[in-house]
Antibody, heavy 122, light 110 residues
Framework: QVQLQESGPGLVKPSETLSLICSVS??????????WNWIRQPPGKGLEWIGY???????NSNPSLKSRVTMSVDKSKNQFSLKLSSVTAADTAVYYC??????????????WGQGTLVTVSS | QTVVTQEPSFSVSPGGTVTLTCGLS?????????PSWYQQTPGQAPRTLIY???TRSSGVPDRFSGSILGNKAALTITGTQADDESDYYC??????????FGGGTKLTVL
């Protein structure tokens, strides 16, 4: 059974960089069959797709966040990560990592982490 | 920037049928947007119900179905049960690897 687990600081100061890691078990980030995604949800609001990384290291991200987003993959640890720079209170959200099948264009995120709340506050 | 639109809320009686829709602020949704649908209960991660317009995800009951109705994607729930009360999100493929979620619909079963 594939499992994803987010980890990282729950509190980040304004203007600093938010850093999260997603650890994958039961599957491999080295597989070319999937894209590895980040999705967030501000408290009481809807979902927002942040971006994905492929096993090759290629990335794609939401145009509204692109300038602040950096993603990487660590095949040796079976993890992938997100960095979001220059955060503000608007970046406060539950951050999810999720797997998307690469064989279809459809946004079919078939496995999700439980989510981690990141609060931006001084 | 194109926005993906959903009804903010909807209510249905137990046993009834409800159709939730997913549209665009500009233009029509077709199968070329590969619409998918998610169910989310409070405190939980979303769960995929439908992808590629009308393909049910593994384990999803056939009470849930997806389609294109007019210029929107649609999620129809038949024989609605109390535990179908959830938030429902659609997501569309916008090209160039970009996915966009709708604002979500809060479904009440009463």
């Amino acid at each position: 059974q594939v499992q994803l687990q987010e980890s990282g600081p729950g509190l980040v100061k304004p203007s600093e960089t938010l850093s999260l890691i997603c650890s994958v078990s039961g599957g491999s980030v080295s597989s070319g069959s999937y894209y590895w995604n980040w999705i967030r949800q501000p408290p009481g609001k809807g979902l927002e797709w942040i971006g994905y990384i492929y096993y090759s290291g290629s990335t794609n991200s939401n145009p509204s966040l692109k300038s602040r987003v950096t993603m990487s993959v660590d095949k040796s640890k079976n993890q992938f990560s997100l960095k979001l720079s220059s955060v503000t209170a608007a970046d406060t959200a539950v951050y999810y990592c999720a797997r998307k099948v690469s064989s279809t264009w459809s946004p079919n995120f078939d496995y999700w982490g439980q989510g981690t709340l990141v609060t931006v506050s001084s | 920037q194109t926005v993906v639109t959903q009804e903010p809320s909807f209510s249905v009686s137990p046993g009834g049928t409800v159709t939730l829709t997913c549209g665009l602020s500009s233009g029509s949704v077709s199968s070329n947007y590969y619409p998918s649908w998610y169910q989310q209960t409070p405190g939980q991660a979303p769960r995929t119900l439908i992808y590629s317009t009308n393909t049910r995800s593994s384990g999803v009951p056939d009470r849930f179905s997806g389609s294109i109705l007019g210029n929107k994607a649609a999620l129809t729930i038949t024989g609605t049960q109390a535990d179908d009360e959830s938030d429902y999100y659609c997501a569309l493929y916008m090209g160039n690897g970009i996915s966009v979620f709708g604002g979500g619909t809060k479904l009440t079963v009463l």
